[in-house]
């Protein structure tokens, strides 16, 4: 135990600047074991020590602390006490155990889990993603998470004030052989893929792996079909489909997206409608994309018109429909800016792209591995060659 003090000591005296806390990283490293060693201990060390000062020397034994099995009573004070540290904390020194951070909060998610309050987990995790992120454009490990308890506690907005970040720093790893993550992965490409866009991507991309290329599609056989069936535009193929599929896509725990993939299709059959019709009425909409009534068909193509996906108004007297041109003149002020924007936001891609270019060119490996590859030189490589090695 007096191990424990000292550190604790070490801890107080080594946070201040920036060297003095990569020294006390090492230190921290060498007790690890120790101080899961004596783990149950640990809790009232922690009195001892400001979150807000003493960050990383804090993580190390909040992370022992929470190593064990952990009560519903326990997790109570676990997670004010990890909410505070994660509120208070100081991002560069938490950024140098990484590991044990993104352990901690994965901890404090699973405990607002056991007290089946995930709301309480939100704020906190949104925060911890920040402090990790060397920018907005860094994917975490965290982001899953915070996800997660967005969709269980229904703050659908908050995840996607995060989905809407545009991302350029993620860790990959290549696919030598075809794993489980990747086929579900798939799954569920095809599906969102589906619902948002109203078809399924024909091919991968081509920086996708060899092994990818030549097995998902066969692995992923049930959801190819339902792309298929999809884009004949019957709802009543597509209905027979799943329903015959359906304890299929439930083992997949991917029913909740095929049906809304079913349910987009009543949009992209009523957007067809506007490409041929100037005017319908409400039955012979719900006749033509098969809906069960007027009534039904009207919720649609106000809901539609709601989202900015058709142009439309109802005459609520007779109950025709009447398809209008896009009326945005892209003159205002506000069209504009948002132009500007997306110009903006296409450079800034375009500038980190030839970056990443640049990088890749220089790099001994990518250029060894290239050159391996490649069965002959094309002579046009050669057109910046100094003069002295012209061949």
Do not use: W
């Amino acid at each position: 135990m007096n191990s424990v003090e000292g550190l604790v000591n070490q801890i107080q005296g080594l946070s201040t600047t920036a060297s003095d806390v990569l020294s006390l990283q090492n230190l921290l490293k060498q007790a690890d074991d120790s101080l899961h060693a004596e783990s149950t201990r640990l809790l009232p060390f922690l009195d001892q020590l400001d979150p807000s000062k003493h960050s990383l020397g804090y993580l190390y034994f909040l992370e022992a602390c929470t190593a064990g099995p952990v009560t519903k009573e326990q997790a109570g004070s676990y997670v004010l006490m990890i909410a505070r540290f994660i509120t208070s904390c100081i991002a560069e020194q938490i950024r140098l155990a990484p590991d044990k951070f993104i352990t901690v909060c994965k901890r404090f998610k699973d405990q607002v889990l056991l007290l089946e309050e995930p709301l309480r987990g939100v704020a906190p995790m949104l925060t911890a993603i920040r402090k990790l992120q060397s920018s907005s454009e860094h994917l975490t490990a965290l982001h899953p998470e915070f996800l997660l308890l967005c969709l269980l506690s229904r703050c659908y907005k908050a995840g996607l004030s995060i989905l809407e970040e545009d991302v350029f720093e993620v860790v990959t790893a290549p696919m030598s052989t075809v794993n489980a993550i990747a086929v579900e992965a798939f799954k569920k490409y095809i599906l969102v893929s589906l619902i948002h866009h109203g078809q399924s991507p024909t091919n991968l991309p081509k920086y996708a792996s060899s092994v990818a290329q030549r097995n998902l599609k066969n692995l992923c056989q049930p959801y190819i079909e339902l792309a298929n069936s999809y884009s004949n535009g019957k709802i009543a193929d597509i209905e027979t489909y799943v329903e015959a599929n359906k304890d299929k896509f439930e083992s997949d725990n991917n029913l909740g997206l095929v049906k809304q993939a079913v349910s987009s299709m009543y949009k992209r059959n009523i957007q067809r409608l506007t490409q041929t019709y100037l005017t319908l009425s409400l039955q012979d909409i719900a006749n033509r994309v098969q809906l069960n009534s007027p009534k039904e068909a009207e919720m649609h193509v106000l809901q539609m018109i709601k989202d900015g996906e058709i142009y439309a108004t109802i005459n609520q007297k007779d109950g025709m429909v009447r398809f209008l041109e896009d009326p945005e003149q892209y003159k205002t002020c506000e069209m504009i800016e948002h132009i500007d924007s997306s110009i903006q936001r296409l450079m800034t891609l375009s500038k980190k792209l030839n970056g990443v270019d640049e990088l890749m060119s220089c790099d001994p490996l990518y250029l060894l591995k290239a050159g391996r590859e490649r069965q002959r030189f094309d002579f046009d490589d050669f057109d910046n060659v100094p003069q002295r090695f012209n061949i």
